[in-house]
């Protein structure tokens, strides 16, 4: 791991504090556009910062991918200024700065109506919280996951790890879904939905979306997609967003290994 950015501008103009957003992709084209368009969104933002992406380049052939993530946090923990860690998923994106921190023993996340309202990304931790909290759900997403949990095993992992430890959750809506009528005051687009047109599995780097279709919501993430990939933005213009990222920390091969 090391820093390949550490330029500090933007949100300290905003009185926003230093913040960390890890999220875990594996190295196929789909994911590879996802990490570039949030972290374009994260400049364009203004937020001071420090993302930390994970990659997996080889993962073993029986294990649930989403674990990188987690072993990850638990044997690669690097030290950080950040006293607020924000967990994402890399299907997200910025439309504004993000003002949220958690204070120790609690935990922020987006409630999932498809995992009964548990708790998850955007997971909102105090620093001291986090690796003692990866290092209980570890072990439990493996169990879940072998256990026929599917692909939110991590989830279920993440509520059951938080209330072993005592943390106090709290649900809180700080990512909107492509499918809702309207962003409000919500930060974050999830674009996890088939939805006016975009469905993130079909698109391809540079594709033209229309951004007059669907909710408001989906014309936002259409517009911010074709101002990141497309308009004649290639080469050195594509990613260049118009505030500071803090640090740029990429980690590859760093697969949830059994």
């Known amino acids: 791991m090391k820093p390949i950015n550490s330029t500090r501008v933007g949100s300290e103009l905003l009185g926003i504090p230093m913040v960390e957003f890890i999220y875990s992709i594996d190295d196929s084209d ?55 860690v924000v967990f994402l998923d890399p299907d997200m994106l910025f439309v504004r700065p993000l003002n949220v921190a958690s204070a120790r023993g ?31 759900c570890l072990p439990l997403a493996r169990a879940i996951h072998s256990a026929g949990g599917g692909w939110i095993s991590e989830i279920w992992a993440g509520a059951i790890g938080a209330n072993l430890l005592g943390l106090r959750i709290e649900r809180k809506d700080l990512a909107a879904f492509n499918c809702e009528p309207e962003l409000a ?66 980690t590859t091969g760093a697969a949830g290994r059994p």
């Open 106 to 136: 609690a935990l922020i996340g987006q409630p999932y109506g498809y995992a009964n309202d548990l708790p998850w990304c955007p997971l909102v931790f105090h620093r001291d919280d986090v690796k003692r909290w990866a290092e209980v």
């Open 30 to 84: 789909y994911q590879c556009w996802q990490a570039e368009l949030l972290d374009w969104s994260v400049r364009r933002s203004g937020m001071t910062c420090r993302i930390t992406r994970l990659t997996a380049t080889a993962p073993d052939a029986e294990t649930y991918r989403c674990l990188n993530r987690l072993w990850s946090v638990v044997h690669q923990w690097q030290p950080s200024d950040a006293q607020t």
């Open 185 to 250: 005051d919500r930060s974050i687009i999830h674009y996890c939905y088939d939805h006016g047109g975009f469905f993130k599995q079909r698109y391809r780097s540079g594709d033209y979306v229309n951004d007059s279709a669907g909710t408001a919501v989906n014309r936002q993430l259409a517009a911010l997609l074709n101002e990141c990939f497309g308009c004649g933005r290639t080469g050195s213009d594509r990613g260049q967003g118009a505030a500071g990222l803090a640090e740029h920390v990429d």
